[in-house]
């Protein structure tokens, strides 16, 4: 059986502004082609004005990530690069539930497409 938590959170709804991703245009390489490099990095991020700022992954320090804005037709090519220091802890924190659960969505061991 889980127990609930006690602890009661008292953070003010819709309290914040909705946060808006950054726009990431390409810039032109050559006649045809753009290109667009993208960092993945740790940053700082405060995720309710009433909470303090946690570490979190981001694209480009944003959270959410960025939008990339291109015409339709275009060609892109986007460089992924991982800035995330090799010795940085890993910023989640993992829940288990038991199997069976009543109430948890699980999928059953399936092949799609065959």
């Known amino acids: 059986m889980m127990e609930k938590s ?3 959170t008292s953070l003010t709804k819709f309290k914040d502004c909705l946060r808006m991703p950054i726009i990431l245009r390409p810039h032109k390489t050559d006649d045809q082609r753009y290109s667009l490099r993208i960092q993945m990095r740790p940053a700082q991020v405060q995720l ?3 909470l303090p700022p946690s570490e979190v992954w981001t694209y480009e320090g944003s959270l959410p990530g960025p939008t990339i804005e291109v015409t339709r037709g275009q060609s892109l090519q986007a460089e ?10 890993y910023p989640i924190t993992a829940v288990t539930a038991p199997d069976g659960c009543a109430g948890y969505l699980r999928y059953p061991s399936a092949r799609f497409g065959l």
């Open 6 to 8: 006690t602890r009661q």
């Open 80 to 89: 992924w690069i991982n800035a995330i220091p090799e010795d940085e802890p």
């Open 48 to 50: 309710h004005s009433e």
